[in-house]
Antibody
Framework: QVTLKESGPGILQPSQTLSLTCTFS??????????VGWIRQPSGKGLEWLAN???????YYNPSLKNRLTISKDTSNNQAFLKITNVDTADTATYYC???????????WGQGTLVTVSS | DIVMTQGALPNPVPSGESASITCQSS???????????LNWYLQRPGQSPQLLIY???TRASGVSDRFSGSGSGTDFTLKISSVEAEDVGVYYC?????????FGSGTKLEIK
């Protein structure tokens, strides 16, 4: 059974760095073909893909966020991480992590964690 | 970037009727391996998105056979036969052919 759960700070101030953790079970990020992606959704709006990390440590980022994103993983503890630097109110959203495979789909999603950027 | 454009539904849709949601991509999603990397997701109110269809027409595990996907390289349709109350939500198409991965803006389904 595959499960994922996101965790984050809840609220942070503009210009700070947002650190998110995805803790998962039911698969390993050391297994060929496995990956974790991050997607966010502002309240009442659509889905925006942010980044993917793969079993071989290959990483891909959404260029619209320029150099603000860093994705990483801790294979031993079944966790993936996303950092977003210099946040502002536009980064207020629910952040999801999801399992991906080389078959090309977000097959399993976490429940999401709401992040609010406010001064 | 590949732009995904979704059509709207004539809401509300009467229960038991069929509904078709369209999605168009700005570039063919047909891979050289013969698969079309177009996915469909449903986000029910207050829930996370769930995968319905992948590779344009393959139902995900546990998804009702009332859902079917079809299309060409750039034009896609998600058909819901005999809509039910549990089908209410926002439907998103998404391409997984190339980075950056992109989603459509979503299509809302309401039931009468």
């Amino acid at each position: 059974q595959v499960t994922l759960k996101e965790s984050g700070p809840g609220i942070l101030q503009p210009s700070q760095t947002l650190s998110l953790t995805c803790t998962f079970s039911g698969f390993s990020l050391s297994t060929y073909g496995m990956g974790v992606g991050w997607i966010r959704q502002p309240s009442g709006k659509g889905l925006e893909w942010l980044a993917n990390i793969w079993w071989d440590d290959d990483k891909y980022y959404n260029p619209s966020l320029k150099n603000r994103l860093t994705i990483s993983k801790d294979t031993s503890n079944n966790q993936a991480f996303l950092k977003i630097t210099n946040v502002d109110t536009a980064d207020t959203a629910t952040y999801y992590c999801a399992r991906i495979t080389t078959h090309g789909r977000f097959a399993y999603w976490g429940q999401g964690t709401l992040v609010t950027v406010s001064s | 970037d590949i732009v995904m454009t979704q059509g709207a539904l004539p809401n509300p849709v009467p229960s038991g009727e069929s509904a078709s949601i369209t999605c168009q991509s700005s570039k063919s999603l047909l891979h050289s391996n013969g698969k079309t990397y177009l996915n469909w997701y449903l986000q029910r109110p207050g829930q996370s998105p769930q995968l319905l269809i992948y590779w344009m027409s393959t139902r995900a595990s546990g998804v009702s056979d009332r859902f079917s996907g079809s299309g060409s390289g750039t034009d896609f349709t998600l058909k819901i036969s005999s809509v039910e109350a549990e089908d209410v939500g926002v439907y998103y198409c998404q391409q997984f052919l190339e980075y950056p991965l992109t989603f459509g803006s979503g299509t809302k389904l309401e039931i009468k």
